[in-house]
């Protein structure tokens, strides 16, 4: 019976530490705006997952023309990069540095007002690499890559957040 109540004092106790030092879940984010259009190149994978990231996680709705929202987001490049990093003594490659950039500017809809200027995430990882296993590589890299590309996604929406803009 001793361990029981000891059990519970324990989870109490660390229950009222984590409130008390501020912590709390992330949740929704609420975005300045009430509706945004996304311009982007129509094959971008980046603008699907920032428009169901959009769509899904705040009270923002994404409209299909330009005309109807109250900011533009233009998605203006998106650059996927691969650098060697580092040969080994016979000159093969072992390392590899991938680069993700996303380049973007959020206005009003007549183009007008600019609430964030041309602005541009960079995100990027360091991979080994080995040529009897390129298949395994290619498929690490493919998965580098849609990480970062979530990545930016997250911090795009939380500069969105941050964003001033004058409502209607």
């Known amino acids: 019976m001793f361990i029981i109540h000891r059990s519970s004092f324990i989870v109490l106790t660390a229950a009222l530490l984590l409130t008390s030092c501020g912590f709390k879940l992330r949740g929704a984010a609420t975005l300045p ?82 609430y964030i200027p041309p602005t541009e995430i960079v995100l990027q990882r360091d991979f080994s690499f080995n040529d009897t296993e390129a298949l395994a590589k290619e498929s690490e890299e493919a998965l580098l890559f849609r990480d970062m590309q979530t990545d930016a996604v997250q911090q795009l929406v939380r500069r969105l957040h941050a964003a001033r803009v004058a409502t209607k």
Do not use: C, H
């Not at 299909?64 to 929202?69: L, R, V």
């Not at 490049?77 to 540095?97: D, M, P, T």
């Open 33 to 114: 705006f009430d509706s945004m259009y996304v311009q982007a190149a129509p094959s971008s994978q980046f603008a699907v997952q920032l428009k169901r990231a959009v769509a899904t996680g705040s009270q923002a709705r994404i409209t299909d023309k330009p005309d109807n929202a109250q900011v533009v987001l233009q998605i203006m490049n998106e650059v996927r990069e691969k650098q060697i990093l580092s040969l080994s003594g016979g000159g093969r490659v072992r390392e590899y540095q991938i680069r993700y950039r996303v380049s973007y500017r959020l206005t009003d809809s007549k183009g007008a007002t600019e």
